[in-house]
């Protein structure tokens, strides 16, 4: 699919250049390609295009240039053969599921992945026949034995997770899906492949929600699948011209643009979420901090081995309270008090990003399963950005050091 003009650059080269042909006016920046259809230079050219035996651009639905230079980057930095870009992060679960399973069939995944993964999967899909196991995230014997040889299609894993940070062995997971003859898909959201990348450690697919990192800036919603090239064009790429699960050609451009700052800033934040959670472990007003890159994480040497010495951008805090009535209070005293992080439950912005997960992303479950779950009333997520530390700091200080108050 790829131009063989960038064989044999660097990751950071290609981050900046790899993109389709520059047009006849010679545009530094990438264009952006803003159309539904395509001309066609003549009705012999159009059947070839349309019967699939000559490249070339037909209708929006299946395939745009600016689309394609982002997903030929995004596939570059994930180290994959091939990509296709979706309307969102979600977009690209429903089409890898779509595309890979039918009704009988067996799929795995964590109980701490991502809400809307978890009811995608583990409910939309069971309507359809396909069965889910839903097992302990860093339980590697609970993986393994979930499997169902013969009708285990799919382990699908996020890590690190959100919002507390756990971290699952990808090399051991994807020994344990190809041994069963299934397939290894991974949530590289958080990490991005500036910290890791699935696709060397033995998984199969590689999933995005580039709303995240990729964009970096909190601007638009789009979603990716990163696999070989036979995939993609066999059983994803049908699949999405006749479903219409694209990306825009504008969000694309955007997300294109961000590749370009990905490493920098995936190693600014992460760097700065480690001074924060360095500092939040050491206030006496917090209980406990959630963060690969802290030695304090159950999993921290793998994550530094699996995610290149960074923990990420995201960590959370557990606020010290005697009961969950005041945990909350506490809490909401916390993000109350900020007056320059924002209060939202978006994360991968340049800006710091708070939310209170008890009460938004996993406020639908009972106070037994959060528990379970370990989302008490008392944590806090910090989608760390590119702010001075001292100004996070000072920001949730102000409510960290006022909680006698109360
Ligand atoms: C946000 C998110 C998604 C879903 O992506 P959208 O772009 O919002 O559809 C999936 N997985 C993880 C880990 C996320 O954070």
Redesign the pocket.
Known sequence: MTDPKWAGLQRETLAVRLAVERSQYGENSEALYLSSGYVQPSAEISARRFGGQEEGYTYGRSGNPTVTSFEQRLAALEGAQACLAT???????MLMCFSLLKAGDHVIISQS??G??LKLIGSEFARFGVETSIVPQTDLAAWKTAIRPGVTRLLFA?TP??PLSEVCDIAALADLAHDAGALLAV?N??ATPALQRPIELGADIV??????YLDGQGRV???ALCASEQMVTEKFLPVQKNSGMVLSPFNAWVVLKGLETLDLRMKAQSALTLELAQWLEAHPAVARVYYPGLASHPQHELAMKQMNGRGGAVLSFDVKAGNPEQARARAFHVLDSMRVLSLCT???DTKTLCAHPASTSHGKLSEAQRQAAGITQGLIRVAVGLEHPKDVQDDLARGLNTLDSL
Request: glycine content about 14%; overall charge negative.
């Open positions: 309307a969102s992060g979600m977009s690209a679960i992945m991502f809307s993964t996020e997770t959100n949530d959201c958080f999933m995005h929600s580039g709303t995240k919603l789009a979603g978006n994360l991968g």
